[in-house]
């Protein structure tokens, strides 16, 4: 271990400590710009492809421009916003699943109806943390202030002491969802769940816990395009499910890269939205973009004539 000395560099010392590293800026006042709304660190992802490989100075590759980096991190931005409004079509979509089947099927349990069928800690696995569960959800409509349901139902109702079903989905994280789901203590309700997504129990509880994690990635405006996914997750049997187990010569692994999470939510949206032109959209910035390398988002070489990107798709 050491102690970290460096010092933070104003925007002309960045612009000069790129050019040492032998990166063209064709126009420095632009450049300055950029790494003062953007931030020379967030940027420093989206140079390392356009770096010689484990040079300690890290210096570019011959001929490596500025707009390069900014092009690759523009690319990324708009790949983010696509994941962002598939995987908020699919979080609203399973919150109305979830509530859907299990406020119907236990409408009339004992002692709790379908409006509060969360309360009855029978329906969840033994593992499943129910006690907390309630408790955020009590610490949700407790904190609740203004205009919204948890508020009303608090200052008009007595019992039981937490809000309907309908709402709680409404309030929990995308994660709590993903947990909730996880619980379920009948494979049956998991099963039927799925099953209105087209995906086998199994594989929609991993992609549930991929998702979440890639929305957070989204949310905090994190890096995409190269990112490996800590946790692959199941995939149907299925042939259109297929992905090599490497990429040649790269060795990227497909199932661990954005890829297949594209390939998810392209067919969940066939599900949630039929109509959706989504699809088309992540083909379009891929065109828009063709200086992007693929492989290292783990896209495979005929990947266009895939079911799911197919155009009558």
């Given at each position: 271990m050491k102690t970290f000395s460096k010092l933070a560099n104003n925007l002309d010392e960045q612009i000069t400590l790129l050019q040492k590293r032998g990166l063209t800026i064709l126009d420095p006042e632009r450049a300055k710009h950029y790494?003062?709304?953007?931030?020379?660190?967030?940027?420093?992802?989206?140079?390392?492809?356009?770096?010689?490989?484990?040079?300690?100075?890290?210096?570019?590759?011959?001929?490596?421009?500025?707009?390069?980096?900014?092009?690759?991190?523009?690319?990324?931005?708009?790949?983010?916003?696509?994941?962002?409004?598939?995987?908020?079509?699919?979080?609203?979509a399973v919150r109305a699943t979830f509530n859907n089947h299990m406020s119907i099927k236990y409408q009339t349990e004992q002692p709790y109806s379908g409006s509060h069928w969360y309360l009855n800690e029978m329906l969840f696995c033994k593992n499943y943390n129910h006690?907390?569960?309630?408790?955020?959800?009590?610490?949700?409509?407790?904190?609740?202030?203004?205009?919204?349901?948890?508020?009303?139902?608090?200052?008009?109702?007595?019992?039981?002491?937490?809000?309907?079903?309908?709402?709680?989905?409404?309030?929990?994280?995308?994660?709590?969802?993903?947990?909730?789901?996880?619980?379920?203590?009948?494979?049956?309700?998991?099963?039927?769940?799925?099953?209105?997504?087209?995906?086998?129990?199994?594989?929609?509880?991993?992609?549930?816990?991929?998702l979440n994690s890639v929305r957070n990635y989204c949310a905090h405006h994190s890096r995409l395009w190269n990112r490996q996914l800590s946790v692959s997750p199941k995939l149907p049997n299925a042939l259109q499910w297929q992905l090599p187990?490497?990429?040649?010569?790269?060795?990227?692994?497909?199932?661990?890269?954005?890829?297949?999470?594209?390939?998810?939510?392209?067919?969940?949206?066939?599900q949630i939205s039929p109509d959706s032109q989504w699809h088309n959209k992540v083909k379009a910035l891929i065109v828009l973009h063709p200086e992007v390398p693929l492989a290292p988002m783990g896209f495979v070489e005929n990947w266009r004539s895939h079911i799911f990107w197919g155009a009558d798709q």
């Open positions: 790494l003062e709304v953007i931030s020379f660190f967030r940027l420093s992802s989206y140079m390392r492809p356009f770096q010689i490989p484990s040079d300690k100075d890290h210096t570019f590759k011959p001929e490596t421009e500025f707009k390069s980096v900014v092009n690759l991190y523009a690319f990324d931005r708009e790949l983010r916003l696509l994941l962002m409004d598939a995987i908020e079509r699919l979080e609203v006690k907390r569960m309630l408790s955020d959800i009590e610490n949700i409509q407790s904190k609740s202030k203004g205009d919204s349901y948890a508020t009303f139902y608090k200052e008009n109702y007595d019992a039981p002491r937490l809000m309907p079903s309908w709402a709680v989905v409404e309030e929990l994280s995308f994660g709590a969802i993903s947990h909730l789901y996880k619980g379920l203590a009948k494979d049956g309700d998991r099963k039927k769940i799925a099953r209105r997504f087209d995906v086998p129990q199994d594989v929609f509880q991993s992609w549930l816990h991929s187990e490497k990429l040649e010569p790269s060795q990227i692994q497909p199932n661990r890269r954005i890829y297949v999470v594209l390939l998810m939510l392209a067919h969940l949206m066939r």
